[in-house]
């Protein structure tokens, strides 16, 4: 649509030509003021005047195609400049993008890129001064990061970003579109970040001189005084001359937050792995590079890839010099030194020499061992009470032991004798009722269930046979799943199409596409009249109506949450877990009400605390939604036994910007507290100290 006259006069005349618009041509052209005669023949689609730099940008469609990574994106339009005092053009018509906002800020030159993708530089008279540049970013304190050499591309991981790939797009001057619209390239295009494949970075100032010479492999925009750069997968700090003022040493190096950009955050990744308690207090700290379960007041820890162990009160007790270790287990462990094995006592002195290939858990006085004449089981004394002959042994329980022989699983009893020779194709080990569930047949398998005697208690031969819960277990034959009790029992048919295990008295099981609940006797307790049903736990059960449709449920099949909820995904300790559209999860009461905002990531609640996630690190709230630990870890595993395992990747120090160390990187965190004042993190310990590196208080509980 053409502009009115009067605006059009506005718009399109010059000092001494204006410019035209051909219906016949369709295209602009551009003709004296003087005698009208045509300057310029209708030539371009697009015409926009620039009185204050004194162009007239122009345009000509023409198509031009560009990859990013493998989706190709159409490019309609490439531009040129004409001069408004001369008409006559000053470029070449192809750019597809032209930034002539960097000579409004003043600057000798502005950035464009041309059809081929490549960036050059362009002076006020529409010289090009530089070209064949594969990226220049913006003027940033005088300086642009800049590579001659590479290809700019697009990748979902933000490695190496230079913003994201859609906002790039929309601040060309070319319209562009994708060639295609698969799912994927639709994802490409809202979540790719822009890139620089084999590209080499350095400083370039607004003259267009290079000022640090390309050599790095990323760096990010020049501040005021100074320059991250990488080498390889290292970053340093460069002064705005490019002298070296951090060597490219570290994993990371950026401004401390709340400082004016002048105190440097320096990285090493390492990642150490520690242990906190409900409380939120650090039982363990973060020193180890791998931690285990705590077993009789000891827990196994790894530095340097040597274990060795802590007690209860995260003081280490027995040093880590063992190449590989195994839980305490009647007052032993077993541990392996060089490529054998042998047993330590609490306090870390040896009681049975290091002469086995491979060695168990002592239980019930005794302990499998692995010798060049095959497995056999030793007593604390390091006298073999069974002689080696198995292929394979495991731990004692209740007087048995399961064994392995070329192949096939036995029983023997604690004098070695067997109570089932070898014959099963697998024993899984006995549960608290004293029973096991074992398998044999090649081309038909089969499952049954062997009491400690040796006896097979099932009745018959099933499909399969899953671990038993509150006293059942789930079967499967050919009319469907069933369940059978301790004494091998089928009390409840096999006639469902799907089911899980007992919790709280009640299992859900699945007829005709539908679910609902079944008590310990068959009977059904709750209709089938949903399409997806979850295990009850503190006497609530999340169930779904339709595909997204969840609510909650109690033991009577009472509707506590009308399913009408998207994605609640579990119900714990009186708190519900919900994750909407956009991904986010946040937690609701009974009353479904939103309870404490959104977090990136959740946990379901146990031992009345939550594990959550807030802008990539981990905290723990409490059932108040107040927070226990704040989110400061890497990662905070689920809480098992009081105890939650937590990892910090990396450590903190601070420089100046002359690259002079404040601190050393051996802090987990590191913040500014104001007045000059540094607070830092070691373990359950914080201090402070001032810009010059000196303690005002130290490292203290």
Request: glycine share 10%.
């Amino acid at each position: 649509k053409l502009p009115e006259p009067e605006k059009a006069e506005a718009l399109y005349q010059l000092d001494n030509f204006e410019w035209f618009y051909s219906p016949n041509e369709d295209r602009w052209g551009l003709r004296k003021l003087s005698d009208g005669g045509v300057q310029i023949e209708p030539t371009f689609h697009y015409i926009e005047v620039d009185r204050e730099l004194g162009f007239t940008l122009v345009g000509i469609e023409k198509d031009n195609k560009y990859e990013f990574e493998r989706t190709t994106f159409r490019f309609d339009m490439i531009f040129g400049l004409v001069n408004n005092e001369v008409g006559l053009p000053i470029t070449e018509v192809d750019f597809v993008d032209l930034k002539l906002e960097d000579l409004r800020q003043g600057y000798p030159l502005a950035r464009c890129i041309f059809s081929d993708g490549k960036y050059g530089l362009i002076d006020r008279i529409g010289r090009i001064v530089r070209k064949e540049m594969a990226y220049v970013g913006p003027f940033q304190n005088g300086l642009a990061r800049v590579s001659f050499q590479g290809r700019l591309s697009g990748s979902l991981k933000g490695d190496h970003s230079l913003g994201k790939l859609q906002a790039y797009l929309a601040d060309m001057l070319s319209p562009n579109a994708m060639v295609d619209y698969t799912q994927y390239d639709q994802h490409f295009r809202k979540n790719a970040y822009l890139i620089c494949e084999s590209c080499e970075w350095g400083f370039m100032d607004t003259s267009g001189q290079v000022v640090i010479k390309p050599q790095y492999t990323f760096v990010k925009n020049m501040s005021k005084e100074v320059g991250m750069v990488q080498k390889g997968d290292k970053w340093g700090m460069v002064s705005r001359k490019g002298d070296q003022l951090i060597p490219c040493q570290y994993d990371g190096v950026e401004f401390l937050e709340n400082t004016d950009e002048k105190i440097v955050r320096v990285y090493k990744q390492e990642p150490k792995y520690g242990l906190i308690d409900t409380l939120g207090q650090l039982a363990v700290g973060a020193v180890y590079d791998e931690i285990g379960s705590f077993s009789e007041g000891r827990l196994a820890v790894s530095q340097n890839n040597l274990w060795g162990f802590v007690d209860a009160e995260g003081k280490e007790v027995i040093p880590c010099r063992y190449k590989e270790v195994k839980n305490f287990s009647e007052g032993l462990a077993a541990v392996r030194q060089d490529n054998k094995w042998g047993f330590i006592n609490k306090q870390g002195k040896v009681e049975i020499g290091f002469n086995y290939r491979r060695a168990g858990n002592f239980k019930e006085g005794v302990a499998w061992v692995s010798t060049e004449r095959g497995y056999g089981y030793i007593d604390i004394a390091e006298r073999f009470v069974i002689e080696p002959g198995f292929s394979r042994a495991y731990d004692f329980f209740q007087g048995r032991a399961r064994v392995e022989v070329d192949g096939a699983y036995g029983l023997i009893d604690l004098s070695g004798k067997y109570v089932v020779r070898p014959k099963f194709s697998r024993i899984e080990p006995f549960n608290q009722y004293g029973i096991a569930i074992v398998r044999y047949g090649r081309e038909r398998v089969r499952y049954e269930v062997m009491d400690l005697n040796g006896s097979l208690i099932t009745k018959k031969s099933y499909e399969s046979i899953e671990p038993f819960s509150e006293g059942l277990a789930a079967v499967r034959d050919k009319n469907g799943y069933g369940f059978i009790n301790t004494q091998g029992n089928l009390v409840i048919a096999d006639q469902y199409s799907r089911v899980s295990a007992f919790s709280e008295g009640r299992a859900a099981v699945y007829q005709n596409g539908n679910c609902g609940y079944i008590n310990k006797v068959g009977s059904t307790v709750i209709t089938f009249e949903y399409s997806r049903c979850q295990d009850f736990e503190d006497g609530r059960a999340v169930i779904n109506k339709g595909i997204r449709n969840t609510g909650l449920i109690d033991l009577d099949g009472q509707v506590i949450v009308e399913p009408k909820l998207d994605r609640l995904l579990d119900f714990n300790e009186g708190r519900g877990l919900v994750r909407d559209e956009k991904y986010r999860f946040y937690y609701i009461t009974e009353q479904e009400d939103l309870y404490r905002g959104y977090f990136q990531k959740a946990s379901s609640f146990k031992h009345g605390v939550a594990v959550v996630q807030i802008d990539g690190k981990w905290g723990v709230i409490n059932q108040k939604g107040m927070s226990v630990i704040p989110p400061k870890y890497d990662k905070i595993e689920g809480f098992i036994d009081g105890y939650a395992k937590v990892r910090v990747e990396g450590f903190n120090g601070l420089s100046n910007l002359k690259g002079e160390l404040i601190a050393e990187p051996d802090y987990e965190f590191i913040s500014y507290a104001g007045q000059g004042l540094f607070r830092v993190e070691k373990g359950d310990k914080v201090g402070y100290f001032d810009a010059a590196g000196k303690w005002v208080w130290s490292l203290n509980n």
